[in-house]
């Protein structure tokens, strides 16, 4: 149990361009969904946190105008960005959290690989 | 503020070596958790434990075992008899604990990148 899926798991778009990336919980309700970046060889930093039926809630530094993310249901999380530039190539991960649970422990996704040329 | 200080960027083993990760961490909150993650080269995460500030027993699961100590803030990772599947970035994180359950963010460490040479 306690599986997330990302979709695509790979995407290429050209500079200018805005690309969605999905993020779903397939065996449970997510009350609160993460969303993670990670450049090469460095550590998974969060961006934000998506609480369903809410405003997402965006760490210092990033830009939730070109990161808009939209948590319109239990199960389903997105992150898109938009007029995507070079810079923001990166392996984007989101995870899930089960609702209730003292835990804290997240359920991660494989990962969506963004390259923009 | 919440830190997690993974001093050892790289570690290179042979094969059946026995290898430590280091894994130190600054937080305020007397209640917090603690997590270990696997990233191998497909980039998915593979969660191995988490602990709770208030177990500090020591986890043995086949050759992996944790020594949380928080004298010392700490929860160092050691892999006995090394195999080439261990070759991996390995990550600690922290979360602090919520009492809204809304929050738990994991903080993550900078990563150890292990490579176990056969």
């Known amino acids: 149990g306690a599986v997330v899926s990302q979709h695509p798991s790979w995407v290429i778009c050209k500079s200018g361009t805005s690309v969605k990336i999905e993020c779903r919980s397939l065996d449970f309700q997510a009350t609160t969904m993460f969303w993670y970046r990670q450049f090469p060889k460095q550590s998974l930093m969060l961006m934000a946190t998506s609480n369903e039926g809410s405003k997402a809630t965006y760490e210092q530094g990033v830009e939730k105008d070109k990161f808009l993310i939209n948590h319109a249901s239990l199960t389903l999380s997105t992150l898109t960005v938009t007029s995507a530039h070079p810079e923001d190539s990166s392996f984007y991960i989101c995870?899930?959290?089960?609702?209730?649970?003292?835990?804290?422990?997240?359920?991660f996704g494989p990962g969506t690989r963004l390259t923009v040329t | 503020a919440q830190k997690v200080t993974q001093a050892q960027t790289e570690i290179s083993v042979v094969e059946k070596e026995d290898v430590t990760l280091d894994c130190v961490y600054e937080t305020r909150d007397t209640t917090y958790y603690l997590f270990w993650y696997k990233q191998p080269p497909s980039g998915e995460l593979v969660f191995l434990i988490r602990r709770n500030s208030f177990d500090e027993q020591n986890e043995i699961s086949g050759r992996y075992s944790w020594n949380f100590q928080k004298s010392t803030s700490s929860f160092n990772f050691t892999i006995t008899a090394s195999q080439v599947v261990d070759s991996a970035v390995y990550f600690c994180?922290?979360?602090?604990?919520?009492?809204?359950?809304?929050?738990?963010?994991?903080?993550f460490g900078q990563g150890t990148e292990l490579s176990v040479k056969p």
């Open positions: 994180a922290l979360s602090e604990a919520d009492l809204y359950n809304q929050g738990g963010k994991l903080i």
């Open positions: 995870s899930a959290r089960i609702p209730g649970t003292e835990t804290y422990e997240q359920y």
